[in-house]
T-cell receptor
Framework: GQNIDQPTEMTATEGAIVQINCTYQ??????LFWYQQHAGEAPTFLSY????GLEEKGRFSSFLSRSKGYSYLLLKELQMKDSASYLC??????????????FGSGTRLSIRP | DSGVTQTPKHLITATGQRVTLRCSPR?????VYWYQQSLDQGLQFLIQ???????AKGNILERFSAQQFPDLHSELNLSSLELGDSALYFC?????????????FGAGSRLTVL
């Protein structure tokens, strides 16, 4: 089966740091994505991890541990515009060498002044 | 503009009806994914096509069907609509079938079933 877990909601303060965790159990694993989605809008790509370790991209970093089925997204120097849902997604195996991209339910992050 | 075009943006219809949602992938992308997002829910994977062929299937109801045409645009057909089918339907595209590339999402089609 496939299961992706992340906290439903988080709150953080402007200028601070927040870590959003994601754990997954899938029949196959070929990479993990993080997407940002503002309410009513399309998800936009933040990061992609396929190997263990930390990927840093500006204020956002993403970490992956394949042995633990665990990832986190780290957001630094939080800004009000970072208030959004953050979606963890795992690239699983479909058939004919295709892949299913399975999303978690998302973490709604609220930034307070 | 992400380059992925979805029409219509909004659609209101009644239970029992049938609707068709359309998606044009980003130029150069051969793979199309369909997702359903109900209110305050995550993205539920429905189905994936690559260059006209079905490549992966998720929790797509039998009342729903999709296809990808030779010009690579895709259509998602929803029939015998129920209230619970009200949702945002997103299409995403990528260059390859393996999803190794980033998925680029369209703006979505918001379906309301009354």
């Amino acid at each position: 089966g496939q299961n992706i877990d992340q906290p439903t909601e988080m709150t953080a303060t402007e200028g601070a740091i927040v870590q959003i965790n994601c754990t997954y159990q899938t029949s196959g694993f070929n990479g993990l994505f993080w997407y940002q989605q503002h309410a009513g809008e399309a998800p936009t790509f933040l990061s992609y991890n396929v190997l263990d370790g930390l990927e840093e991209k500006g204020r956002f970093s993403s970490f992956l541990s394949r042995s633990k089925g665990y990832s986190y997204l780290l957001l630094k120097e939080l800004q009000m515009k970072d208030s959004a849902s953050y979606l963890c997604a795992v690239r699983d195996r479909g058939y004919s060498s295709a892949s299913k991209i399975i999303f978690g339910s998302g973490t709604r992050l609220s930034i307070r002044p | 503009d992400s380059g992925v075009t979805q029409t219509p943006k909004h659609l209101i219809t009644a239970t029992g009806q049938r609707v068709t949602l359309r998606c044009s992938p980003r130029s150069g992308d051969l793979s199309v994914y369909w997702y359903q997002q109900s209110l305050d829910q995550g993205l539920q994977f429905l189905i994936q096509y690559y260059n006209g062929e079905e490549r992966a299937k998720g929790n797509i109801l039998e009342r729903f069907s999709a296809q990808q045409f030779p010009d690579l645009h895709s259509e998602l057909n929803l029939s015998s609509l129920e209230l619970g089918d009200s949702a945002l339907y997103f299409c995403a595209s990528s260059p390859t079938p393996t999803g190794a590339n980033v998925l680029t999402f369209g703006a979505g089609s918001r379906l309301t079933v009354l």
